[in-house]
């Protein structure tokens, strides 16, 4: 994990690596710890799920929570989360930095100079939690992103190989799979429930010290961070550090509610900031990954910033508060609903919005389609508007992963493909409605490129993602024909898939 010693230093915690205006346009696509008088070890011990009471306020010096019951009850699932990387080709210099184009190049290795060779393939560790006693588990999706196999290991020591049902990069969420029954699962809580000052500990395998716990308290809700337009974070001052990524966030009630994902640092290691993705949102990516192998998201075409106090005074507002619209998309669903530059969107289905940085993911919450109400201040007065918000498309769309849970042919194409938007069809002048955005297995070996347009699988038309799935399972032998348009010019190009 990189770490930035100037500028925001946001870092995902990876074991092995250390590693305001927000444009929706955009694609807009835990409870407080008990107090009792009574003695907090022995509240603690109670039937589970355990509540773990607290010190009264008029005795809060003469007690500490005691998390020692909730880690018995909920700890066993917490598992740690090995991966081994991709392998980086690497060429080996010639004498004195000579390139490995160089002419000379041949002369030194006939006498004995190493040829290009493979690294190693990198390793690291992270955290996750089970969700189901079937074997569904949440982790982090950069924790697994670059994995070319993933070890799940329990406390008991039983380890299993776990396949990547699907991540998310927009909320750092991941899926995992392991093949077993009646495991020990988290119970999950309300993130919205959450207080600043509130108790909180954190479960997971800090630079691979496996399951490690630590504590702190909620120290913000709410935060928007950079590059993060979906997850509101949770704030923390639990000590969390390369390798808890993944991990989950416990409330005194032993709940679930968050994922930990992000630290502050300037060193790498834990400097009193952490963030948790809130376990509402990753509840949302898990669903859409296992039922439908994608997440979608909705957008209503707009730009926003943060109202400021100077804002809100010019605009007569009582005092800073919502999202401050400062474009809106030509023809978009933001447009077509009425909504102006210098609207100030205050409420979406009745959720206030305090920041700016709240509407991105409450509008990609949404249906694609559905009827979104929005309380707009405009011109000293409350407007109510309806707005439609459309799916937001993404850059690609995984059509194979080779650690998908089903083991079907299209789990084998290794394709990265998107819509084709009507401006790049009248560019190239194609009929095809499918391009390519990268490759990678198969697809690649076979000469895929980039860039390259999809018109049809084994002779038959595909116009979407879902058809290109269908047209690669109905293939009846080990090779896919691909017909794709390149430089003006149809080739067929046969993709190996056994």
Same mark, same amino acid.
Request: net charge neutral; with cysteine; charged share 20%.
């Given at each position: 994990?990189?770490?930035?010693?100037?500028?925001?230093?946001?870092?995902?915690?990876?074991?092995?690596?250390?590693?305001?205006?927000?444009?929706?346009?955009?694609?807009?696509?835990?409870?407080?710890?008990?107090?009792?008088?009574?003695?907090?070890?022995?509240?603690?011990?109670?039937?589970?799920?355990?509540?773990?009471?607290?010190?009264?306020?008029?005795?809060?010096?003469? =007690?500490?929570? @005691?998390?020692?019951?909730?880690?018995?009850?909920?700890?066993?699932?917490?598992?740690?989360?090995?991966?081994?990387?991709?392998?980086?080709?690497?060429?080996?210099?010639?004498?004195?930095?000579?390139?490995?184009? @160089?002419?000379?190049?041949?002369?030194?290795?006939?006498?004995?100079?190493?040829?290009?060779?493979?690294?190693?393939?990198?390793?690291?560790?992270?955290?996750?939690?089970?969700?189901?006693? $079937?074997?569904?588990?949440?982790?982090? =999706?950069?924790?697994?992103?670059?994995?070319?196999?993933?070890?799940?290991?329990?406390? $008991?020591?039983?380890?299993?190989? =776990?396949?990547?049902?699907?991540?998310?990069?927009?909320?750092?969420?991941?899926?995992?799979?392991?093949?077993?029954?009646?495991?020990?699962?988290?119970?999950?809580? $309300?993130?919205?429930?959450?207080?600043?000052?509130?108790?909180? !500990?954190?479960?997971?395998?800090?630079?691979?010290?496996?399951?490690?716990?630590?504590?702190?308290?909620?120290?913000?809700?709410?935060?928007?961070?950079?590059?993060?337009?979906?997850?509101?974070?949770?704030?923390?001052?639990?000590?969390?550090?390369?390798?808890?990524?993944?991990?989950?966030?416990?409330?005194?009630?032993?709940?679930?509610?968050?994922?930990?994902?992000?630290?502050?640092?300037?060193?790498?290691?834990?400097?009193?900031?952490?963030?948790? !993705?809130?376990?509402?949102?990753?509840?949302?990516?898990?669903?859409?990954?296992?039922?439908?192998?994608?997440?979608?998201?909705?957008?209503?075409?707009?730009?926003?910033?943060?109202?400021?106090?100077?804002?809100?005074?010019?605009?007569?507002?009582?005092?800073?508060?919502?999202?401050?619209?400062?474009?809106?998309?030509?023809?978009?669903?933001?447009?077509?609903?009425?909504?102006?530059?210098?609207?100030? !969107?205050?409420?979406? $289905?009745?959720?206030?919005?305090?920041?700016?940085?709240?509407?991105?993911?409450?509008?990609?919450?949404?249906?694609?389609?559905?009827?979104?109400?929005?309380?707009?201040?405009?011109?000293?007065?409350?407007?109510?508007?309806?707005?439609?918000?459309?799916?937001?498309? @993404?850059?690609?769309?995984?059509?194979?992963?080779?650690?998908?849970?089903?083991?079907?042919?299209?789990?084998?194409?290794?394709?990265?493909?998107?819509?084709?938007?009507?401006?790049?069809?009248?560019?190239?002048?194609?009929?095809?409605?499918?391009?390519?955005?990268?490759?990678?297995?198969?697809?690649?070996?076979?000469?895929?490129?980039?860039?390259?347009?999809?018109?049809?699988?084994?002779?038959?038309?595909?116009?979407?993602?879902?058809?290109?799935?269908?047209? =690669?399972?109905?293939?009846?032998?080990?090779?896919?024909?691909?017909?794709?348009?390149?430089?003006?010019?149809?080739?067929?190009?046969?993709?190996? !898939?056994?």
């Amino acid at each position: 994990m990189l770490v930035r010693q100037n500028r925001a230093p946001f870092n995902r915690a990876r074991a092995t690596v250390v590693s305001a205006a927000t444009l929706l346009g955009i694609a807009l696509a835990g409870c407080n710890g008990s107090f009792a008088d009574n003695n907090p070890t022995q509240a603690a011990a109670s039937s589970p799920p355990p509540a773990i009471a607290t010190a009264s306020p008029r005795n809060v010096a003469a =007690a500490l929570p @005691d998390f020692a019951s909730l880690v018995d009850h909920y700890g066993p699932a917490v598992v740690n989360v090995a991966v081994v990387g991709k392998q980086q080709p690497v060429s080996n210099e010639g004498p004195g930095g000579m390139s490995p184009n @160089d002419p000379f190049q041949d002369f030194f290795r006939r006498f004995g100079q190493p040829m290009p060779r493979n690294q190693q393939p990198a390793r690291g560790e992270g955290s996750g939690f089970i969700v189901s006693a $079937d074997g569904y588990i949440l982790t982090n =999706a950069h924790v697994v992103a670059d994995a070319d196999e993933v070890t799940v290991k329990t406390t $008991d020591r039983r380890e299993y190989t =776990a396949k990547v049902v699907g991540f998310d990069e927009a909320t750092d969420v991941a899926v995992l799979k392991i093949d077993a029954k009646n495991l020990p699962t988290v119970k999950i809580g $309300d993130p919205a429930k959450l207080r600043p000052g509130e108790w909180v !500990i954190a479960i997971g395998s800090p630079f691979g010290f496996e399951n490690s716990v630590t504590a702190g308290i909620v120290s913000a809700t709410s935060r928007s961070m950079p590059g993060s337009n979906y997850a509101p974070f949770i704030q923390t001052d639990v000590a969390v550090n390369p390798g808890n990524s993944g991990g989950p966030l416990f409330n005194m009630q032993g709940e679930v509610v968050g994922i930990n994902s992000q630290i502050y640092s300037r060193s790498g290691g834990y400097m009193g900031l952490s963030f948790a !993705i809130p376990i509402d949102v990753a509840s949302n990516v898990q669903q859409q990954l296992v039922s439908n192998g994608k997440v979608t998201r909705s957008r209503i075409g707009v730009s926003i910033q943060d109202v400021n106090a100077q804002l809100a005074e010019s605009f007569g507002l009582d005092r800073p508060k919502g999202a401050l619209v400062g474009m809106v998309e030509e023809n978009g669903p933001g447009a077509k609903a009425g909504i102006k530059a210098g609207d100030v !969107i205050l409420k979406v $289905d009745g959720t206030d919005i305090e920041q700016s940085s709240q509407l991105p993911g409450l509008i990609a919450s949404k249906k694609p389609g559905s009827t979104v109400n929005l309380d707009v201040w405009r011109e000293g007065g409350i407007k109510h508007i309806s707005a439609k918000p459309v799916e937001i498309v @993404d850059k690609g769309t995984k059509v194979a992963n080779r650690d998908a849970v089903e083991s079907d042919e299209t789990a084998k194409l290794g394709l990265v493909v998107r819509p084709l938007q009507k401006q790049e069809k009248a560019q190239v002048d194609t009929q095809g409605e499918l391009v390519v955005e990268d490759s990678d297995g198969p697809a690649a070996a076979a000469g895929v490129q980039r860039g390259d347009i999809i018109l049809g699988v084994n002779g038959r038309p595909v116009k979407s993602v879902d058809e290109l799935k269908v047209a =690669a399972r109905k293939t009846k032998g080990k090779i896919v024909a691909l017909l794709i348009e390149r430089d003006s010019a149809q080739i067929f190009v046969p993709v190996r !898939i056994g």
